[in-house]
């Protein structure tokens, strides 16, 4: 066993491993691209259809019956049914994993948006706000905790599923435990799982931190504070400032 | 489809070891879980360790912990032990927070109660903590079943028995019908689960669905106000865990 650590330590820091175009650095930058490319699709299709239905309440059992579903789903053999479907290339497996990532943000979205206190929103209305005005400049400020937790839960699993992406002939930190798979190299399928692990990790850390630094003023998971805020909205002058310091 | 009745009979089998690989790691789930959050929950020290432990576990993806696994527990990296492992320690990080939720969210007046009623504290647990967290106990173990019997066709890739063995077989031979087949199979199997869930735990808190008819006369008689505490407790607990369930 101590021979495999040693091993995969010499892997990881072989200089050979770290330059090429099958390198560690390219590896994680294709990592990164893919799960970056993944993640902008599913935001641009989840959050519209999340604060549509979270707003207006319509489609609200079929928008948690679809997300459900698809989280049943099984990540690999989506991944196979559309390659063998649509071919071997950047696109098939990378809307299996928008399909796979959509759910979290879908239902992150709609939560938040539906458990922003009603006070806010009818406050809100009062004061002659448009709807796009209310989703916009009360409902989503307010809903964004709630919104980012979904959104970091999607990251990481897309993180997680472009590492199995690697089986279809796409590039990735994935590649290292398929490779080392068929030549039954053990400490590069080592070595890789412990970059995959160690990049999951660090990049759930950048999101908690800013999560942290930027939206530390949870509104919705802090009965409270959404009181105070309800209070604060039906008085006019300090709603204002309320209102669009939380849009910024 | 004919292809499905020309080989059922694999198909069973391997359905047979999906299940087995994806229902251990929910039954070690609950048992090391439980007494984990018990114990995290009368120490502060421990309890944000284990919380962020169990957080940590969780990001970690489930190819890279099947890889890493054999090395540290010293088996073989075919070895289906792994993916049980593997998949316990994501139910227990799930599980861990799901019940130190739902032993602070019971009522503290119900627990001096018990004291007061001369409940010794391992009785209490048993008696009241942990019958009152049974909603959001099952809410978690629901979520873990369902990502259990996806990740479990995960380990197809490295060669462990189970129904991600038609997803690889069929994208080597080009063959979608295998794919399809494999896919609704886990798709019935998560299903399946999904209902003995729900209806173990209608069997294990009948006080749930008496919420209503209780409430109503829970004023009446001292024996209707035992029931409307817990009952009341339990739907508090179910209506957190929907929300942050959702989140």
């Known amino acids: 066993m101590s021979s495999v650590v040693t091993e995969t330590i010499a892997w990881l820091t072989d200089p050979a491993n770290w330059s090429g175009s099958a390198g560690i650095p390219v590896r994680l930058a294709e990592h990164l691209l893919y799960t970056g490319l993944v993640m902008v699709i599913a935001t641009a299709i989840a959050v519209p259809i999340g604060l549509y239905v979270g707003h207006t309440g319509r489609g609200r059992v079929a928008a948690v019956a679809v997300a459900g579903a698809l989280r049943a789903l099984p990540t690999l053999g989506l991944l196979t049914l559309f390659v063998l479907l649509a071919g071997i290339g950047l696109m098939p497996p990378i809307w299996a994993l928008v399909i796979l990532t959509v759910p979290p943000l879908l239902a992150g979205t709609y939560a938040g948006i539906a458990s922003v206190d009603r006070n806010v929103v009818d406050a809100a209305r009062a004061m002659g706000m448009t709807e796009l005005q209310v989703l916009f400049r009360a409902e989503f400020p307010n809903a964004l905790p709630v919104m980012y937790g979904g959104f970091r839960t999607g990251v990481l699993q897309a993180i997680a599923t472009v590492s199995v992406v690697a089986y279809i002939n796409l590039g990735g930190l994935g590649r290292y435990l398929f490779d080392g798979l068929v030549l039954s190299d053990f400490p590069q399928m080592l070595g890789g799982s412990l970059l995959i692990a160690g990049l999951a990790i660090a990049v759930d850390l950048v999101l908690a931190l800013i999560q942290r630094l930027f939206l530390s003023q949870g509104a919705s998971t802090q009965p409270n504070r959404s009181q105070q805020a309800a209070v604060d909205l039906t008085d006019p002058v300090p709603a204002g400032t309320a209102v669009q310091g939380g849009t910024s | ?247």
């Open chain 2, 1 to 247: 489809m004919e292809w499905f009745l020309a080989n059922s009979e694999q198909v069973f089998s391997l359905a047979a070891q999906h299940l087995v690989l994806a229902i251990l790691p929910m039954v070690f789930g609950v048992l090391i879980a439980v007494p984990l959050a018990q114990v995290a929950r009368q120490n502060r020290g421990l309890r944000s360790v284990v919380l962020t432990a169990s957080s940590l576990l969780y990001t970690i993806p489930s190819l890279a912990l099947f890889i890493i696994l054999p090395t540290v527990l010293g088996t073989r990296i075919l070895d289906p032990v792994n993916v049980v492992v593997a998949l316990t320690i994501y139910a227990v990080a799930l599980l861990v927070r799901a019940t130190l939720d739902a032993f602070d969210s019971v009522d503290e007046d119900l627990r001096q109660a018990a004291v007061a009623m001369g409940f010794k504290p391992f009785a209490r647990f048993l008696q009241i903590d942990l019958p009152l967290s049974l909603p959001v106990l099952f809410a978690g173990l629901r979520v873990v079943s369902v990502s259990n019997i996806s990740l479990v066709s995960v380990a197809a890739l490295l060669g462990i028995g189970n129904l991600g063995m038609l997803f690889t077989s069929g994208l080597q031979r080009d063959f979608v019908t295998e794919v399809v087949v494999g896919i609704i199979a886990i798709l019935i199997l998560a299903l399946l689960m999904d209902a003995v869930l729900v209806l173990l735990e209608r069997l294990l808190t009948p006080w749930t669905r008496a919420a209503g008819s209780s409430t109503a006369s829970g004023a009446d008689s001292g024996a209707g106000q035992e029931k409307t505490g817990p009952a009341a407790a339990a739907l508090r607990l179910s209506d957190a865990q929907t929300s942050g369930g959702a989140s």
